[in-house]
């Protein structure tokens, strides 16, 4: 456990610095292609989202203080497949959203220089691996300063507009169509996961029973400020056909309000933002493989520690695999898929708290969730129906990685032998498929034929939901009596709650 030295400004500037690299400045136009001018009503959308999750989180880490968040939760309230599927997803998470800066860097150089993009966001994440590799992680003093200046020109920029933008727009805020809307708040609430970040360094805050609850509200609440503000500001001095088309709508409005040395400035500032971030999530995925490997879910190779005094395979294979992503070069699609996994992490991780709830009630809980059991069961359920507004693409991604990991559950750490689970599985696998094909059938993908009054798609929701039940019913009950891993020498059984 290292030093209780960070403060509640510390946090804050922690909380705000990891959401603000990419976000504001590259999302802005997407959402405006997705929802019109009504993407700032998405952006409240994603924040009442963040806020109930983010309270959860609050009573969690003040529960237990260790850093791990999401993984460390899991593995204290579930046996079994549980605590590694968050673990194997809160992975793939920090992952995509290293490629979703790396990518966000490259469109930031091509600005001042013209550069190709997929080649441009590979070379950072090799540079950002390499620099972790040799022990240089990003010092949080450093960021604090940098943080404080771009929330300052911010709202320089923001000033600037007041004069010379139309604000006529305003009146049309309410409407359009609310689907939409729905759906970029499902992609925007990427813009708010810094406070998760909070969580991940419990272990290093000064009072972290006032602090964390403290400092996740506070992040929020300046991240909803910031982003509000901007969107109004950049919406007020470009059409709405420019902010659509634009591939960085905030410094084109720049541009306009404050010229070319304003926008220059911003460039800069911008990308010193999302090069910290960029580290800050490498950082985060090397440590969540060396987690997994130290607790035997996967291989042990993972925790090689080399001359430097880091984890040189877990850095290997995540800087792997993140540049994969990255060489896409598809802005919205890494970023459905980071939000595809927070979900999903974030859905566990609420039914962590509930079962915590029940299973150890003397655990001391400095912050307790307000209007408990409703704020958790909707943070669930709101999370749970956002994958549902996530593109066919990120969805059938994001459930072919977590296919992967029940596979790799299985074969790894299980074993063959076990032919109920198995069947489990398989069935998991198919329901998982049957998800698939419902969500992309609904996408307008492709189409069933009709017959008569039936409604085939129906019918395909109702055997997936039952494969599903009966994965679930035959892979929990199976596992328990099995005793599987958490138990006589399985994974997760030599490890503290502090790594």
């Not at 997705?34 to 959860?56: K, N």
């Not at 693409?393 to 790799?408: K, R, S």
């Amino acid at each position: 456990m290292g030093k209780r030295e960070l403060s509640l400004f510390d946090c804050v500037m922690l909380g705000v610095g990891s959401a603000l690299g990419p976000q504001i400045f590259l999302l802005l136009g997407l959402a405006g292609a997705l929802a019109g001018i009504q993407a700032i009503l998405s952006i409240c959308i994603a924040f009442v989202l963040a806020l109930l999750v983010g309270l959860c989180y609050a009573e969690l880490a003040t529960a237990i203080p260790a850093s791990g968040e999401d993984y460390v939760f899991a593995r204290r309230a579930f046996k079994g497949m549980l605590p590694f599927i968050i673990g194997w997803i809160v992975w793939f998470g920090n992952m995509v959203y290293a490629a979703f800066n790396a990518i966000a860097v490259a469109y930031f150089l091509k600005i001042i220089i013209p550069v190709p993009v997929g080649l441009t966001a590979i070379s950072f994440v090799a540079a950002a691996g390499l620099l972790i590799y040799l022990g240089m992680s990003t010092l949080k003093r450093v960021q604090n300063v940098m943080v404080a200046g771009l929330i300052i020109m911010l709202a320089g920029f923001v000033y600037s507009t007041t004069g010379i933008g139309d604000w006529t727009y305003i009146s049309g805020l309410i409407g359009g169509d609310w689907r939409a809307t729905f759906s970029t708040a499902a992609f925007l609430f990427i813009a708010f996961i810094g406070f998760e970040d909070i969580v991940s360094v419990s272990s290093e805050i000064k009072e972290p029973r006032k602090t964390i609850p403290r400092a996740i509200i506070l992040t929020l609440l300046v991240l909803l400020a910031i982003y509000v503000l901007v969107s109004l500001a950049v919406f007020a001095v470009l059409p709405l056909s420019v902010v659509a088309t634009s591939e960085n709508a905030v410094l084109d409005a720049v541009n306009v309000a404050l010229g070319a040395n304003g926008k220059l400035l911003f460039t800069i500032a911008g990308l010193v933002a999302i090069v910290t971030s960029l580290n800050a999530a490498m950082t985060a995925a090397t440590m969540n493989a060396f987690a997994l490997g130290h607790d035997k879910y996967l291989p042990r190779k993972l925790t090689l520690i080399g001359p430097h005094g880091t984890a040189t395979n877990a850095i290997l294979a995540s800087a792997i695999i993140i540049s994969v992503f990255a060489a896409t070069e598809a802005v919205a699609f890494v970023a459905y898929l980071s939000d595809f996994a927070y979900f999903m992490a974030i859905a566990i991780s609420g039914y962590a708290l509930i079962t915590l709830r029940h299973k150890q009630p003397s655990l001391e809980r400095p912050f307790l969730v307000p209007f408990y059991p409703y704020v958790p069961y909707a943070a669930i359920v709101l999370s749970a129906s956002a994958i549902i507004f996530m593109t066919p693409q990120a969805l059938f991604m994001g459930m072919l990685w977590l296919l992967t990991g029940v596979l790799a559950y299985y074969l790894y750490v299980i074993g063959l032998d076990r032919v109920k689970i198995a069947f489990g599985g398989m069935l998991l696998f198919l329901s998982a498929i049957g998800f698939t094909f419902y969500f992309m059938i609904e996408a307008g993908e492709f189409y069933l034929p009709k017959i008569d009054s039936f409604n085939l798609n129906g019918i395909v929701l109702l055997v997936t939901l039952a494969l599903f039940a009966s994965s679930i019913r035959l892979i929990l009950f199976t596992g328990k009596n099995a005793g599987l891993a958490g138990e006589q020498g399985q994974p997760g059984k030599d490890v503290d709650d502090g790594h």
